[in-house]
């Protein structure tokens, strides 16, 4: 089974819109970390927000925040106000403990996000 | 804002050859990664590296691959004899302490292996 499943290869926002990026994942360990990575055409990785499992509260930065349902096991990403410099590649990304090697950390497939003007 | 520093940008290789891919993670972080994306596809863990030592690693991460931290400043990742399926983009990644859920990603390494 995927570890993380984004489910929308691409999406399309007009700018100013909120837009939501779907993210589920699956792992059996109570405590792990949940990540979003955005990833612009110039190829670099860039780190947007992070949710770790015992977070009670949804974590927000900005204009990026994560609509965390534990018990459904996703954390969706949603980007208020889009701008057209939010164009990109959004990456999800989970750490999870292995008892015999320690923190793994997976990616899922992205979303393209294309912000129309 | 510092950041992480990834040289070359392009690396071209024979198969079978060896090559170093280095890093210079932010100066003051303490845990480095290691990722690789395949053209096109998703972005794959390596390795973890803290203390001088590897504290994770991947299944993808075996004997042909080695990190090292060879002086203060420097993070490189070697790959011994590299094949076709190495051919790459490879992210060296930094985070600090009390930070560590915020890695900061270096450009990336294209490696092309012919």
């Known amino acids: 089974a995927q570890k993380i499943t984004q489910t929308q290869p691409g999406m399309f926002v007009q700018e100013k819109e909120a837009v939501t990026l779907d993210c589920t994942y699956d792992?059996?360990?109570?405590?792990?970390?949940l990540f979003w990575y955005k990833q612009p055409s110039s190829g670099e990785m860039i780190f947007l927000i992070y949710?770790?499992?015992?977070?009670?509260q949804n974590a927000t930065e900005g204009r990026y925040s994560l609509n965390f349902q534990k018990a459904r096991k996703s954390t969706n990403l949603v980007i208020s106000a889009s701008q057209l410099g939010d164009s990109a590649m959004y990456f999800c990304?989970?750490?999870?403990?292995?008892?015999?090697?320690?923190?793994?950390?997976?990616f899922g497939t992205g979303t393209s996000l294309t912000v129309i003007p | 804002e510092p950041e992480v520093t990834q040289t070359p940008s392009h690396q071209v290789t024979q198969m079978g050859q060896e090559v170093i891919l280095r890093c210079v993670p932010i100066?003051?972080?303490?845990?480095f990664y290691w990722y690789r994306q395949i053209l096109g596809q998703k972005v794959e863990f390596l390795v973890s590296?803290?203390?001088?030592?590897?504290?994770?690693k991947s299944e993808i991460f075996d004997d042909q691959f080695s990190v090292e931290r060879p002086d203060g400043s420097n993070f490189t990742l070697k790959i011994r004899s590299t094949k076709l399926e190495d051919s790459a983009m490879y992210f060296c990644?930094?985070?600090?302490?009390?930070?560590?859920?915020?890695?900061?990603f270096g450009p990336g390494t294209r490696l092309t292996v012919t």
């Open positions: 990304a989970m750490r999870e403990a292995r008892s015999n090697t320690g923190n793994q950390f997976y």
């Open positions: 100066s003051n972080h303490l845990y």
């Open positions: 990644a930094s985070s600090g302490l009390g930070q560590q859920e915020k890695q900061y």
């Open positions: 792992t059996s360990d109570q405590s792990y970390g």
């Open positions: 949710q770790g499992s015992y977070d009670e």
């Open positions: 590296f803290y203390n001088n030592e590897i504290s994770e």
